[in-house]
């Protein structure tokens, strides 16, 4: 909702407000029994008082094109005056409502929505910022890139030969053994677990997950009607899989290196008794590695380094290293998974983008990414530090947190449980967007992932000053 009134306009702001929403009904936009926004979302929306956005919904109501509904909200009425839109238009509220994709969070529906804002201080933001994009080598690496006819055309069903050749050199240095039969290109690391999803487990499987979780944020599995199971993956982990699992299918979904959305990793003893674990109950494990390449001051193998077993499914990508615009992952895993996944993604996209992946394939080839990596790490320490000075002068007497080994996260714990959907908003109205911990465990009230790899350091300033007055 991208709109707001003109203050300059002749019209007054309510009578804007009022034409707009008239044009929404009367184009079909906002259908026959639609739940419009909330008071306080369009306040927010469009900067204005929520008395304003109160008139305007009683004066619609009065003219029978809105209906409240008592303990629900506001609804797009059914009315004779809407009778003749409906029977020209088809019911897409009750198609939606009954599609099979889980729709997100309504905190995760603003944070995508004003992530697009300029003005908005990202504070929580899974993306690295502009500056630390190569964009320069980038642009420069475009014009030394020479292109196959038959390269830019539609991608074999596992993607670029070329691209996958590079990677298992690029994933030997990780300790990972594959070869490019082994190896499925993916639009990102989400796409890799919606084909998990649909391509290898039956309905109502359990995927198992460490609390808090990425996968909590995020539908793949829930709405593929899998059953999500939070567990503790401690030395008990092996007693408590096994009475978990039942009869049903399963998997473990994990982030063991700078973990979403915690930062957090875990040592090599506790990958490899998980592991055993997984393989003795023969559970797969999805490893999710995406990033792993920017520890700060040491490497980790991962998981998949001393599989011998086919047992883990193991999740790459560009995206938080070099560019999430060039959606490029991968998947490495047994040749009939690889093979199954790939069938499936010819069904859906028909192969990732071409260009995507020559751009890869190159920064690979020519050690251009290894070298952006090197200097991404130095920039993100350098952020991280900056943040935790912050911290310490600032937060010391309200919260505690972890020194930051990587990454982009500091999962900063308030000590009292203050972070509910009012403090998210009062935030927001100040021009702050912070990814709250309720978005990643149930109940979590106490938790913000707070990332200092997007916000400039004085957009990191002013947003943190913000949070500590919103905070005592």
């Not at 539908?219 to 008990?236: C, G, N, T």
């Not at 069938?343 to 020559?358: C, L, N, P, R």
């Not at 509910?420 to 009230?445: C, D, H, M, R, T």
Request: hydrophobic share 35%.
């Amino acid at each position: 909702m991208n709109w707001e009134p003109n203050r300059q306009s002749h019209l007054t702001i309510q009578q804007q407000i009022l034409n707009w929403i008239r044009e929404r009904i009367e184009r079909g936009e906002w259908t026959v029994g639609m739940k419009i926004p909330s008071q306080r979302k369009l306040a927010l929306a469009w900067k204005v008082n929520r008395s304003t956005v109160q008139l305007v919904l009683d004066e619609l109501k009065a003219e029978g094109l809105l209906e409240s509904k008592v303990g629900s909200g506001v609804y797009v009425a059914n009315n004779s005056w809407n009778v003749m839109l409906n029977s020209v238009q088809p019911n897409w509220t009750r198609h939606i409502e009954s599609s099979i994709h889980e729709p997100n969070n309504h905190t995760i529906q603003l944070i995508n929505e004003y992530e697009q804002k300029d003005n908005i201080i990202r504070l929580g933001t899974g993306e690295l910022s502009p500056t630390l994009l190569p964009t320069k080598q980038l642009e420069k690496s475009l014009k030394s890139i020479s292109i196959e006819p038959k390269a830019i055309g539609y991608s074999p069903p596992q993607g670029s030969l070329k691209l996958r050749q590079l990677l298992c050199r690029h994933l030997r240095k990780r300790g990972i053994q594959t070869e490019a039969e082994n190896i499925l290109i993916v639009s990102g690391a989400l796409q890799a677990l919606q084909l998990i999803a649909i391509g290898v487990l039956e309905q109502h499987s359990i995927v198992f997950q460490e609390q808090p979780s990425y996968l909590q944020s995020v539908h793949p599995f829930q709405s593929a009607r899998m059953r999500i199971v939070p567990v503790s993956l401690d030395k008990k982990s092996p007693q408590q899989l096994s009475l978990l699992q039942g009869k049903r299918q399963s998997l473990l979904y994990c982030i063991p290196t700078l973990q979403n959305p915690t930062g957090r990793s875990w040592s090599l003893e506790k990958k490899k008794q998980v592991y055993d674990t997984c393989k003795k109950l023969r559970v797969p494990l999805i490893e999710d590695d995406v990033y792993s390449e920017l520890l700060f001051d040491r490497t980790a193998l991962p998981i998949k380094s001393f599989d011998r077993s086919g047992q883990v499914l193991y999740i790459g990508s560009v995206s938080k290293t070099l560019s999430p615009g060039l959606r490029i992952g991968w998947i490495v895993g047994p040749t009939p998974v690889i093979e199954r996944l790939a069938d499936i993604k010819m069904q859906t996209d028909y192969g990732s983008s071409a260009f995507s992946q020559e751009i890869v394939a190159y920064w690979l080839e020519m050690g251009l990414y290894d070298k952006h990596i090197q200097t991404l790490r130095q920039q993100l320490k350098k952020r991280a530090t900056f943040v935790e000075n912050i911290l310490k002068k600032d937060f010391k007497e309200i919260a505690t947190w972890q020194t930051s080994e990587g990454g982009f996260y500091i999962w900063l714990r308030f000590n009292k449980p203050i972070v509910n959907k009012a403090y998210f908003l009062n935030l927001l109205k100040q021009n702050v967007l912070i990814n709250p911990g309720y978005i990643y465990e149930s109940n979590n009230l106490h938790h913000i992932r707070l990332s200092y790899a997007y916000a400039s350091f004085e957009e990191l300033t002013t947003g943190l000053s913000i949070l500590r007055k919103q905070s005592t």
